[in-house]
């Protein structure tokens, strides 16, 4: 468990960039983080002199430069980070994609059907989904839980997409250990 508490303007761009940086391994430039986060390039090289104060981003200088997230950056936003980490595949709108990947899912209210939600943590940008578009996740690697549902909302400080839940299948096989 991280110590360092963000404002939630900070986990946004920490959040953006660790995205960002994921797809190319590259320093990220401000105004590429700025465009992911809908704000100006000067609030966010404010924000990065505070986030490398934090040691949670380095700079790099030169017309290649930017902007990397630390180790302690993936931990201050409690993202895993795995050499090979097992794929849950997401669909959005009925189309594979693949740059996000699916960290954790909890379900809420299963006690109530009507109420049910997931709430599907990723590492990725989840930008593109938007209310009403149709979503599933899965199947898990051990269960082979599969969730088809309805966007609901989503928090983009930490990276949640929340769904209402259509429909929930998982196999009553015995599972192949």
Same mark, same amino acid.
């Given at each position: 468990m991280s110590s360092i508490e963000l404002t939630p303007s900070q986990k946004k761009i920490l959040r953006a960039l660790t995205n960002l940086h994921k797809e190319t391994e590259d320093a990220i430039k401000g105004e590429d983080i700025a465009e992911q986060v809908d704000?100006? $390039? #000067?609030?966010?090289?404010?924000? %990065?002199q505070s986030l490398k104060a934090l040691q949670l981003v380095e700079g790099v200088p030169g017309p290649k430069g930017g902007y990397k $997230?630390?180790?302690a950056a993936y931990e201050a936003l409690e993202i895993q980070q795995m050499d090979e980490p097992a =794929?849950? $595949?997401?669909?959005?709108? #009925?189309?594979?994609?693949t740059?996000?990947?699916?960290?954790?899912?909890d379900l =809420?209210?299963?006690h109530h059907p009507e109420l049910c939600r997931a709430e599907v943590h990723a590492q990725g940008?989840?930008?593109?989904?938007?209310?009403g578009d149709s979503v599933t996740v899965g199947p898990t690697p051990l269960s082979k !839980?599969?969730?088809d549902g309805t !966007?609901?909302?989503?928090?983009?400080? +930490? +990276?949640? !997409?929340? !769904?209402?839940?259509?429909? %929930?299948?998982?196999?009553?096989?015995? $599972?192949?250990?």
């Open positions: 704000r100006n $390039p #000067g609030t966010i090289r404010n924000q %990065m $997230p630390t180790a =794929s849950v $595949p997401i669909k959005h709108e #009925g189309e594979e994609v740059d996000i990947i699916v960290e954790e899912i =809420s209210s299963v940008s989840i930008g593109d989904i938007h209310e !839980l599969r969730i !966007l609901d909302g989503k928090d983009d400080t +930490n +990276n949640i !997409l929340i !769904l209402q839940i259509d429909e %929930m299948v998982a196999p009553a096989e015995e $599972p192949e250990h």
